[in-house]
T-cell receptor
């Protein structure tokens, strides 16, 4: 079982819709959770972090964490074509090393 | 801040040659990470350092790979001898200990022919 699992997609949504990205992790001691966005040919860019159960909102982005279900999600409201990218879920356990999922490719169609 | 700086941006080399990738972390960051990204395997953690000391190198694929961090502002990842299957994008990232979020460099795209 992979440490961090994501649907590889591609996920396609129309402009203005809500995009929902999901992630599960295997290790219950995981403490910190992140979403990175990676444009084609670019490096990953941190867009959200979440540490406790519940929702965390930042602009059009909402991260959701459910530790009991070992589940993390990212909602993108009012999706824009510029949101088209690969979204990587990442998890840190007790130390500092971060493990990434394979990423979900999102396409927002105008 | 200039961010995490990697060099070279692109490297094309012949099989069997030695390759050295370089990374300068953000000033004040005391943890440094080397990742490799391929389509097949995604982002894989190769090795990371805390305060210049290697903590976990279990992700280094083979003895052909080695990494050093002689000081807080510089790290290298060396592949000797290189093989075509080493072709990938290699990322360096850094963070402050206790601050959870990495900053990635622009990456080095390595092609071994």
């Amino acid at each position: 079982q992979k440490e961090v699992e994501q649907n590889s997609g591609p996920l396609s949504v129309p402009e203005g819709a809500i995009a929902s990205l999901n992630c599960t992790y295997s290790d219950r001691v995981s403490q910190s959770f992140f979403w990175y966005r990676q444009y084609s040919g670019k490096s990953p860019e941190l867009i959200m972090s979440i540490y406790s159960n519940g929702d965390k909102e930042d602009g059009r982005f909402t991260a959701q964490l459910n530790k009991a279900s070992q589940y993390v999600s990212l909602l993108i409201r009012d999706s824009q074509p510029s949101d088209s990218a690969t979204y990587l879920c990442a998890v840190i356990k007790g130390n500092n090393d971060m493990r990434f999922g394979a990423g979900t490719r999102l396409t927002v169609k105008p | 801040d200039a961010g995490v700086i990697q060099s070279p941006r692109h490297e094309v080399t012949e099989m069997g040659q030695e390759v050295t990738l370089r990374c300068k972390p953000i000033s004040g960051h005391n943890s440094l990470f080397w990742y490799r990204q391929t389509m097949m395997r995604g982002l894989e953690l190769l090795i990371y350092f805390n305060n210049n000391v290697p903590i976990d190198d279990s992700g280094m694929p083979e003895d052909r790979f080695s990494a050093k961090m002689p000081n807080a502002s510089f790290s290298t990842l060396k592949i000797q001898p290189s093989e075509p299957r080493d072709s990938a994008v290699y990322f360096c990232a850094s963070t402050q200990q206790g601050y959870y979020g990495y900053t990635f460099g622009s990456g080095t795209r390595l092609t071994v022919v």
